[in-house]
Antibody, heavy 121, light 106 residues
Framework: QEQLVESGGGLVKPGGSLRLSCAAS????????MIWIRQAPGKGLECVSF????????YYADSVKGRFTISRDSATNSLYLQMNSLRAEDTAVYYC??????????????WGQGTTVTVSS | SYELTQPPSVSVSPGQTANIPCSGD??????TCWYQQKPGQSPVLAIY???KRPSGIPERFSGSNSGNTATLTISGTQAVDEADYYC?????????FGAGTKLTVL
């Protein structure tokens, strides 16, 4: 069964750090782009960061550039998001998702259950 | 930066057809996806590449994309279809989401 499971969320003070993890199973991890999407309370979806299947292409939203770092480990089929200098506006549910990208994009077809990050003093 | 615009809400009676639009500059030149999200749940891919349904998505869900507008159509809408729907497209190596449309079935 193809599955993504996030972990690492929690309550952190402004300026603090967290590392989110996303464990993939049931599919060939290295075949897929991996994406972090967040959803602030009562708000819509925002693509925070993604990393290509090879790891050579990385994107960050302007709102997190310079503070967040995405990485992937094919040996453990894991995706990570290192979040530093956290702000109140980073409070959200963070989802990881996969997308097959060949000549075209095929949609984010598997999502994790999400992990909640709360930034508050 | 690229923007996708959706109406905040759409209402439909059970059994009728719901159309949810998503507009963006020259959107027909890009592939559009649609995601369904029910309260407290993760989003689910409903349509990809404008009009393709992943396995497990009912046939009543369809999509189109022409000019500046992509449209998600739900035929014979059921109460279980009540959810938030988000359109999404890739632009300049960025995944862009619309703000979402709340579909109410009443």
């Amino acid at each position: 069964q193809e599955q993504l499971v996030e972990s690492g969320g929690g309550l952190v003070k402004p300026g603090g750090s967290l590392r989110l993890s996303c464990a993939a199973s049931g599919f060939i991890f290295s075949d897929y782009y991996m994406i972090w999407i967040r959803q602030a309370p009562g708000k819509g979806l925002e693509c925070v960061s993604f990393i290509s299947s090879s790891g050579t292409t990385i994107y960050y939203a302007d709102s997190v550039k310079g503070r967040f770092t995405i990485s992937r480990d094919s040996a453990t089929n894991s995706l990570y998001l290192q979040m530093n200098s956290l702000r109140a506006e980073d409070t959200a549910v963070y989802y990881c998702a996969r997308e097959e990208v060949a000549a075209f994009h095929y949609g984010m077809d598997v999502w994790g259950q999400g992990t909640t990050v709360t930034v508050s003093s | 930066s690229y923007e996708l615009t959706q109406p905040p809400s759409v209402s439909v009676s059970p059994g009728q057809t719901a159309n949810i639009p998503c507009s963006g500059d020259k959107l027909s030149f890009k592939y559009t996806c649609w995601y369904q999200q029910k309260p407290g749940q993760s989003p689910v891919l409903a349509i990809y590449q404008d009009n393709k349904r992943p396995s497990g998505i009912p046939e009543r869900f369809s999509g189109s994309n022409s000019g500046n507008t992509a449209t998600l159509t739900i035929s014979g809408t059921q109460a279980v279809d009540e959810a938030d729907y988000y359109c999404q497209a890739w632009d300049s190596n960025t995944a862009v989401f619309g703000a979402g449309t709340k579909l109410t079935v009443l």
